[in-house]
């Protein structure tokens, strides 16, 4: 069976020790594509060397919200590098976007709630909203222009997200909101502007019973499938695949676990894993793939 990963960090220093075995790994649970982002302009190389050497792998390049503070003044001009770089693989029978536009988006979280000493916040300067938004914005019309996919990050902001994406060109074959938990009233809304959303394995938790059922009621023709790996673990029973914690102990998440997600969401769902897939596949081609 194919899966599709519509969000990951597979370049992230936490998997770089383990790259053979979490690529052998992703082969052997059926996972054919996966879509990596890059959040910063260090990793935007990294993501671009995973791809060339794995054809799973689709590149995107981004600045993440919470990476936002730290840009270069060149920040720009090292995006355009990467996105105009000739794609890492073409076949002539897979007609195949250069790369997408993400990880990008708008986070309010890192203002208002995290800890001033959450590690995963450590030595990065926490951009205010406003500047956020400008970074958001200018990324997405690229992404509108070029006919980019764009993955958006969003946390505490989805009132704002919304007024942003109803005043601004977005990308004709729509955009991907990652591990969307916002207001289920919004769904509509958002997706009537070309949203895609995609369910992490995260939300397996007891305490997401909320986002299950959005997911669950989601129309299906905008449902996406996604790790975040090495970030958000799935709740530990359901984990088929581990890794050692990072070096700091931090718990990582093995991207192959993508499969225990897809058969979690089916039941979900009330369908059958291969439904799922097979409707789940279109839409990321849509998406992501093709045109
Ligand atoms: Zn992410």
Known sequence: MNLYDAHNHLQDAWLAPHRPRVFADLAAAGVGRVVVNGTC???????????QENSVVLPSYGL?????????????????THLDAPPPHSSPSFHSPRAAVGEIGLDRWILDRARPDDPRLAGLRRAPIAEQTEIFLWQ????????????????????LLHDLLRAAKLPARGFLLHAYSGPAEM???FADLGAHFSFNGAFLAPRH??????????????????????AMRLPAPLEKFTLPPAADGSAINHPANLAATYAALAELRGVSVEILAGQVKS?????????
């Open 41 to 51: 302009e260090t990793d935007w190389p990294e993501v671009a060397a995973l791809a």
């Open 64 to 80: 993440h919200p919470w990476d936002a503070g730290n840009r270069t003044p060149d920040w720009q001009k090292n995006l355009l």
């Open 140 to 159: 997405l019309a690229l992404a509108a222009e070029r006919h980019l996919p764009a993955s958006i990050h969003c946390l505490d902001a989805f009132g």
């Open 187 to 189: 769904v509509k809304n």
């Open 209 to 230: 019973a909320r986002l299950r059922a959005l997911y669950a009621a989601l129309p299906a023709d905008r449902l996406l499938v996604e790790t975040d790996a090495p």
């Open 283 to 291: 839409n990321f081609n849509k998406l992501f793939d093709h045109g």
